[in-house]
């Protein structure tokens, strides 16, 4: 069952993240501080174009693999797409999707809390291999095995995985976050 959410929940959960997430180094109790936080903010938010939080490749018309227009123009353009439409694709392109993963790699580590909301929005919404494990889940493993597989183990994953610790020390980024580490750590066991 594919959940969708309001525009209004993703701001809301965005704001929070954002507020308190990885990376916050500032304490923003202090008006000083708060102001330039809110110029960073505010932003972020402004720029993300989800209508819905969805893994349904058919939703952003992503099926059909290269023959598809749009599947083809992401896959191309990875980079560029927005992060909805990249996550979905990750998730539909199978063996296709070496360079969406990279790329997931490269925003996770730009903006940890804006891909983070994302998975955390993204529910108990399930992909239709394996076993149906959570998509969420499937995204930090591809997160994770890039960073492990392509990069080496980077030193910048391993500092925002250890912001993102102190940070999130429980609750649903918190399980995400295990769920990278673990992957991070077989992967890189797997390429030696």
Not at 31 to 39: F, K, L, R
Request: some cysteine; aromatic content about 8%; hydrophobic content about 40%.
């Amino acid at each position: 069952m594919n959940k969708k959410y309001s525009l209004l929940q993703i701001v809301a959960l965005l704001s929070l993240l954002l507020l308190t997430g990885c990376g916050a180094t500032e304490d923003i109790s202090t008006p000083q501080e708060n102001d330039a936080t809110t110029q960073n903010v505010v932003p972020e938010l402004e720029n993300t174009d989800w209508q819905a939080v969805s893994t349904d490749a058919v939703a952003f018309d992503l099926d059909g693999g290269l023959d598809n227009p749009n599947f083809e123009y992401v896959f191309n353009h990875t980079d560029t797409v927005p992060l909805d439409q990249l996550i979905a694709f990750d998730l539909a392109a199978d063996a296709l999707s070496e360079g969406s993963s990279d790329e997931l790699r490269s925003r996770f580590l730009e903006a940890p809390n804006k891909v983070l909301a994302y998975l955390v929005l993204m529910g108990d919404q399930q992909v239709d291999f394996w076993d149906n494990p959570p998509a969420a889940e499937v995204i930090c493993m591809s997160i994770a095995s890039a960073d492990a597989a392509w990069h080496g183990g980077s030193e910048e994953f391993a500092k925002t995985m250890e912001t993102c610790r102190e940070n999130y020390p429980s609750g649903p980024v918190a399980h995400l976050l295990d769920v990278m580490e673990a992957e991070h750590k077989a992967s890189l066991e797997r390429n030696q």
